[in-house]
């Protein structure tokens, strides 16, 4: 599979091209503009229209999209039943519901290499919003995550990476991979991967010691327990 990776937006959205032979998806494609000229300067053929979860700012460019080509629209619960073929390589889902309940990552190879795209349910950094207020719902997909490759790529649906990176400096000031982090997040497209995040992203490290003294504060000053992994995820979910 080869990627584009378009930013678009007033909140750092990142819009996605996917192809293989000359069939492409646009996933989250609010990049309209671009996609549309990548397609074309490219001589790809736009097959489908994906979104990662149905928030207002993933959707912006469906429309017009479908209007200027013939690809199939699958909302994300319709693209976890059907098959997604570009060329001769699948596009995989796995259902994350938590930061929306319909909230899907899309899966596939590049160059070999296992890739994400996680839409909000995982960043540079940190993990999305619980809309949901189910947080156990949101935990269970990111533990569904982790369980991945930790070399697979991540390609997430915002650039947030200065908001997130001044966090993780606040909250662990002394978190010794957090530079060489920020200088991988300097490249094209951004990406990043669950190797990275578990050494870094406060959000998804609930098996990481390094954080014991954080969650034990936390834990007092919220009365909150801090026994299994869903709690001391939780815990660090207060701050988030
Ligand atoms: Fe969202």
Redesign the pocket.
Same mark, same amino acid.
């Given at each position: 599979m080869e990627l584009l990776q378009f930013p678009y937006g007033s909140d750092g959205n990142l819009a996605y091209l996917l192809w293989d032979g000359v069939e492409a998806a646009a996933i989250d494609g609010g990049a309209v503009e671009d996609i549309l000229d990548s397609i074309k300067e490219r001589g790809l053929t736009l097959k489908y229209v994906l979104n990662t @979860?149905d928030?207002y700012?993933?959707i912006p460019g469906n429309a017009r999209l479908l209007k200027e080509s013939d690809a199939v629209f699958y909302t994300p619960a319709e693209a976890c039943s059907a098959e997604i073929k570009l060329g001769s390589e699948i596009i995989g889902t796995i259902k994350t519901p938590g @930061?929306?309940k319909d909230?899907i990552v899309f899966t596939f190879y590049m160059n070999g290499r296992p890739c994400l795209l996680s839409?909000?349910t995982i960043f540079n950094g940190t993990v999305?919003?619980c809309?949901t207020k189910d947080y156990k719902l949101y935990f269970s997909s990111i533990e569904k995550l982790l369980k991945l490759a930790s070399d697979t790529c991540i390609f997430a649906?915002h650039d947030i990476v200065d908001y997130t990176t001044g966090v993780v400096n606040e909250l662990e000031p002394g978190n010794a991979f957090l530079s060489a982090y920020k200088n991988k997040c300097l490249e094209r497209p951004l990406f990043t991967t669950l190797e990275q995040e578990l050494k870094v992203n406060p959000f998804i490290r609930y098996n990481d010691p390094l954080l014991d003294e954080l969650r034990k504060k936390l834990s007092k000053e919220k009365n909150m327990p801090i026994d299994t992994p869903y709690e001391k995820w939780r815990i660090l979910m207060t701050i988030h």
């Open positions: @979860h928030h700012d993933h @930061h929306t909230s839409g909000d999305g919003n809309y649906g």
